[in-house]
Structures are given as C-alpha cells and as structure tokens.
C-alpha cells in the first residue's frame, strides 16, 4: 500500500513539539441525519461493539439506526447550546487554556483536539500537524480510566493514520490518569465548593461509565480503575464507605454490564429513605449527553418519582482551573526530553494569551 500523499519535507526544518486532545465525539447538530451518521461511526468501531461484523451489521442498520437516531436526537436538542455541542464547547475551551498553560510553564506546544468520532477527526488534525512541522506529537485522550473500548480505540485510529504515511512522528500517549494527584484534587475541590454552596447530601454517588461485564472478564482494567478513582476521591473528602457508592451508567443492549447500574441505584436508596444525593460523573471531563441528560434529567426524575426530596448534580471538570492545571502536568510529565522550551519574547507573548483566553474561559462559563 502506497503512503499517503504528504507535504514536501524542508530540510532545516524546526521540528515541533504538540499535543492532541481527544475526546469520543458529537454529532454536528441535534437532528436525525446528524446523530445517524454518528452512531453509525461510533458502533462500527469493533472495540466499542464486540460483536461479528456481519450479525452485527444487521442490527445496527436494521434496527438501531433506524429507530433510535430520531430519539437520540431528541435527546441532543435538550442539552444543544446557542454554541453547539457541550461536549465540543468544552472539548475546544480546554485545549486553548491548556495551551496557555503550558506555555505559561515554559513550553513552546502546539496543541489541538480531534474526535474519535465526528469532527474534528483524527486524521485531518494528524496531517495538519505533520503541515505544521510537529515532529513530536503527544496523545492525551479525554478519559481518566483506561478501556479497551474507548483509550485503545484512540490508540488504534491513531496507529492506522500513520500506517500510511512515510515520515511518522515520535510518538507518545497517555494510557490513563485515574488516579493522578491533580485530577483527583480537581474533583474535590469542584465538589467542595459544591457543597459549600449547597450543603452536603446524605449520599455522593460517583457515576462512571458502564461497559459489559466481559470485557472486566477478558482483562480490561477498566472497573478496577473507576473504583481506585472513587476511592481515592471519598479518601479526600474523608468519607465512610456508607456515604458514597461507585456506580455505572449508560448501559446498552441485554448483556450484562458492570454493576450496581446507576439509575436503579437511585431508585433504591430513594425508597430506603436518602432524602438527598448528590452524583458527580468522574470518568467525564467534560459535560456532553450522558451528563447533562442521562444524570442531571433522566437520573434525577428517577430519584424524584422512587421519592427521593432532593437531587444534585455535580458539573463535569469542564474549564476548572485546578483541572487544567493537572491536564498541563500530566501533559509535562510526558513530554519529558522533548525541547519545548520557550524563548523570554515568546514567553512573554504567551502569558498574554493565557490570561486573555482565561478571562474569555470565565465570561462563558458564568454564561453557561
């Protein structure tokens, strides 16, 4: 197979330093055609549906596209901002303070988000890259915990793109920060000042992600790291097993996924008599669909009809300072070697950007 066309090579060229961060994605707007042609990205990928490729093709153009894209649509229209997507608002916000970041810390980067699936995609972002002269290219993927269903997948598109391109860049990626100081001091301090706010609740339920149970079976790390995530978090804020439970949301099909389920959960401790609970989401570092309507909507209605008084939701990472912050040093932390540094002028020229792209952070987050 011949390499992809590529831009001419300048010898003398300074090669640079980037980052990419990549999140799962959205559809382009909030109607039927748009979230089809998504979904249709999204559940062809084998590591997300582990199913025959030819049984599955079946259901998925037979049954699921055609009936769950106009409701999935719905879904996205009631969480649609006058921005677009949450999740890409917030995805492009992070990557520009992250740049400010860590050019404020002495780094000369260039940093840019892509979609697994959806727009931006992996490869356009890769070949303006390689355009750009980023010989050092650095893979930091929008989830904490690490799963073959969603980081591998990054890993996977990432390893296809450069399978046909003659001059591949070094390469580097994040595997995973779960358990990663600064991310989980970011999520107390969010819930901290939650709660100084609002008070405390009886319950904090830490909702993650579900995936089936095989795939816990078959090797994935991916439970184990969602359970060190919420125990870590409940260490800081000093609770006791009996006020916090880890649960999975989000599941797809009659399979068995990890469990406790989150909207059961609710349900439960509504009917045995918690009054209030607060759920915050730490496998999402930023708020998209399964945030802002799965949980802030759908799961509180179930905690409000079990009988439950009162439900809080607890906003993703999104801009949060403390959390930039950490992307920037889980970010140095794996560009050791790479020369970055900047020079006094160009430091100077970046500490302006960062702090006029702050100031623009916390205008449409007190918008939003």
């Not at 990663?180 to 008070?199: P, R, T, V």
């Not at 795939?215 to 800081?236: F, S, V, W």
């Not at 079990?306 to 992307?327: S, T």
């Amino acid at each position: 197979m011949r390499p992809n066309k590529e831009p001419p090579y300048k010898h003398g060229t300074i090669a640079r330093s980037a980052i990419v961060l990549v999140n799962l994605g959205t559809p382009d707007a909030p109607t039927t055609p748009a979230v089809r042609r998504y979904l249709r990205q999204f559940l062809s990928d084998p590591r997300v549906v582990e199913i025959p490729k030819a049984a599955w093709w079946f259901i998925l153009n037979g049954i699921i596209l055609p009936f769950r894209s106009s409701k999935s649509a719905a879904k996205y229209a009631s969480i649609w901002t006058n921005d677009g997507s949450p999740l890409r608002v917030h995805t492009e916000r992070q990557t520009s303070l992250l740049r400010g970041y860590l050019g404020e810390r002495g780094h000369d980067v260039q940093v840019a988000h892509a979609m697994r699936y959806g727009r931006p995609g992996l490869p356009e972002v890769l070949e303006k890259l390689k355009a750009d002269g980023c010989d050092r290219i650095l893979i930091v993927p929008a989830y904490p915990q690490y799963s073959g269903t969603t980081t591998a997948s990054i890993f996977d598109a990432v390893f296809k793109h450069y399978s046909k391109v003659r001059n591949v860049p070094e390469l580097r990626f994040v595997k995973h920060y779960h358990d990663h100081e600064g991310y989980i001091q970011a999520l107390k301090k969010s819930i901290l000042a939650h709660w100084d706010n609002h008070g405390k609740p009886e319950k904090l339920v830490m909702s993650f992600h579900g995936v089936p149970k095989r795939t816990l079976m078959l090797g994935d790390p991916y439970h184990c790291e969602c359970q060190k995530t919420g125990r870590l978090l409940a260490q800081q804020l000093q609770l006791g097993p009996e006020q916090y439970v880890v649960t999975f949301q989000s599941r797809f099909g009659k399979a068995e996924w990890l469990q406790p389920y989150t909207a059961p959960t609710l349900q439960k401790l509504a009917r045995e008599g918690t009054r209030r609970v607060d759920v915050i989401c730490p496998g999402f570092v930023s708020d998209c669909l399964e945030t802002l309507e799965e949980i802030a909507m759908e799961a509180k209605q179930d905690f409000l009809t079990a009988g439950g008084k009162e439900f809080h939701y607890v906003p993703c990472l999104n801009e949060d300072h403390a959390w930039i912050a950490a992307l920037a040093e889980i970010a140095e932390q794996h560009m050791i070697g790479w020369p970055t540094v900047l020079t006094p002028m160009m430091r100077e020229e970046v500490r302006k950007e960062a702090e006029v792209s702050r100031q623009q952070a916390s205008l449409l987050g007190a918008r939003d």
